[in-house]
C-alpha cells in the first residue's frame, strides 16, 4: 500500500505520533489481559535452561538492548552482554553452549547485526529476534521470533520501531523472569497493568508537543549539546543523543549521569545545554545530585520529569519538561517521546532534510 504523511509535515512527525498505537498494538500481542499474563511465543528451547543472554544490535535498535539487558538482569537476574553488531565477532567473544542469543533490529537486513546472529548460531547459541520486518532474514534465521507491529517506518532515524522493541523485551523480561521462578503472579500482574498504561502516558507525552516546540531555540544555536541519564535513562539518554546528531547534524553525547563528573563536565559552559532525562523514582536524586555538578558550572539544564521531579529539582534549570508520572518500566517508553520531538523540531528549526539526513541509509546492508 501507498504510504503518506496523513496531515504530517515529515514522516518521522507521523511516526512519532503512531506510537501510542502500535505500542498498544504490539503489547496486545504480549500480554493476555484476561489473566494479566505476559503471553510469548513458545519456543522450542527452554528458556528456565538459559543460563546467559548476548544482546547485540545497532543504532537506536542497540539502545533498545541496553535498556533491556538493564530488565533481564534485574526481573531474571540472568547475566547480559551487550554489543554493538560490527564489534561482536571481532572481539572473539565467549558463548557458553546453551544461551541465548538476541538480535533486535527494525529492518531485519543490517548486515553487522545479521552477520554477528550467523556467527552465534555457529557458536551454538539459540537465536531470538525483535525484529519489524517479518518477511527478513533475520526473522527467517530466528528460533523465537517476536515481531514488533510498528507498521511500515520511512524516517531514517529510527523513531516508532525502538518503542515497539522497548514493549516487547519488557514482555520477554517478565516472561523469562516467570521462566526462572522470579515471578511471582502478583509481580507479574502488576507488570502488565504497568506496560498497559504505557500508550496513554505516550500520549499524554505527546500533548507536551508544543512545550517541546518551545525548547526547540535554546538547543537549535548550540554547537555540543549533552544528554545525562541513570539507569534505563542512560540508554535513552544515549538514544536523546542519537537522535539530535542524526537529524539536526549537531554534536550530542549521552552520558551516564554519574561518570560525567569522569570527563564531560569538563566541556560544561554556557554554550552547551544539559538535557537531563530524571523522572522520580528510586534514581532520581542521584541525578538531580549530577545534574546540580552541572549548575554550579554555569550549565544550562534542561530538565525532563515529571511534576513530582520538577517540583523538587526544577529550580535554576534553563527550562524544565513535565511527563506524567509513570511507573519506571514504561519510563523508557514515555520519555523516548520529547527525546524524539525535540530532535525533530531542533532539524525543523535548522531546515535539515528531516526524512532523508545527509550520509545516513534505512537500512545498512554492508558491513
Ligand atoms: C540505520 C538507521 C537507524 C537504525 C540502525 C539499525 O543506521 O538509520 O535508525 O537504528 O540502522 O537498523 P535496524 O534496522 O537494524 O534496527
Not at 115 to 138: C, D, W
Request: proline letters at 6%; aromatic letters at 6%; a negative charge.
Amino acid at each position: 500500500a501507498m504510504i503518506d504523511k496523513g496531515n504530517h509535515r515529515h514522516f518521522m512527525q507521523k511516526e512519532i505520533y503512531e506510537q501510542p498505537i502500535v505500542v498498544a498494538q504490539t503489547l496486545r500481542s504480549y500480554l493476555r489481559r484476561i489473566d494479566d499474563q505476559v503471553s510469548l511465543p513458545v519456543p522450542d528451547f527452554d528458556l528456565s535452561a538459559i543460563r546467559r543472554v548476548t544482546i547485540v544490535a545497532c543504532g537506536t535498535s542497540f539502545y533498545a538492548g541496553m535498556v533491556a539487558k538493564y530488565w533481564f538482569e534485574q526481573f531474571a537476574r540472568v547475566p547480559v552482554d551487550l554489543d554493538v553488531a560490527s564489534e561482536f565477532r571481532y572481539r572473539a567473544p565467549v558463548m557458553e553452549d546453551g544461551g541465548l542469543a538476541l538480535f533486535i533490529s527494525q529492518s531485519g537486513e543490517t548486515a553487522d547485526t545479521l552477520a554477528a546472529l550467523r556467527h552465534a548460531r555457529a557458536e551454538g547459541q539459540k537465536i531470538a529476534v525483535v525484529v519489524n520486518v517479518p518477511t527478513s532474514s533475520m526473522a527467517r534465521e530466528a528460533d523465537l521470533l517476536l515481531p514488533t507491529h510498528a507498521g511500515p517506518e520511512i524516517g531514517v532515524a529510527s523513531t516508532k520501531a525502538f518503542t515497539c522493541q522497548l514493549a516487547v523485551l519488557a514482555a520477554l523480561a517478565a516472561n523469562f523472569a516467570r521462566a526462572k521462578g522470579r515471578l511471582t503472579p502478583e509481580d507479574e500482574k502488576a507488570i502488565v497493568g504497568h506496560l498497559a498504561e504505557a500508550p496513554a502516558a505516550m500520549n499524554q507525552a505527546l500533548a507536551q508537543d508544543e512545550a517541546i516546540q518551545a525548547l526547540a531555540p535554546l538547543i537549535a544555536p548550540a554547537r555540543d549539546v549533552l544528554y545525562l541519564g541513570r539507569g534505563t535513562d542512560y540508554p535513552l539518554a544515549l538514544e536523546g543523543a542519537l537522535k539530535l546528531k542524526e537529524i539536526s547534524y549537531i554534536h550530542a553525547e549521552g552520558y551516564a549521569a554519574g561518570e560525567m563528573k569522569h570527563g564531560p563536565i569538563a566541556l560544561i559552559d554556557e554554550a552547551v545545554p544539559v538535557i537531563v532525562i530524571a523522572p522520580s523514582g528510586p534514581l532520581f536524586e542521584k541525578t538531580v545530585s549530577n545534574m546540580q555538578e552541572v549548575q554550579a558550572r554555569g550549565g544550562k539544564v534542561v530538565l525532563i520529569s515529571d511534576e513530582e521531579g520538577i517540583e523538587a529539582a526544577g529550580e535554576g534549570c534553563l527550562a524544565t519538561l513535565a511527563l506524567p508520572k509513570v511507573h519506571p518500566l514504561i519510563a523508557p517508553m514515555v520519555y523516548a517521546v520529547p527525546v524524539q520531538l525535540l530532535a525533530y523540531h531542533v532539524a525543523v528549526l535548522k531546515g535539515t532534510d528531516v526524512d532523508q539526513p545527509r550520509n545516513l541509509a534505512k537500512s545498512v546492508t554492508v558491513e
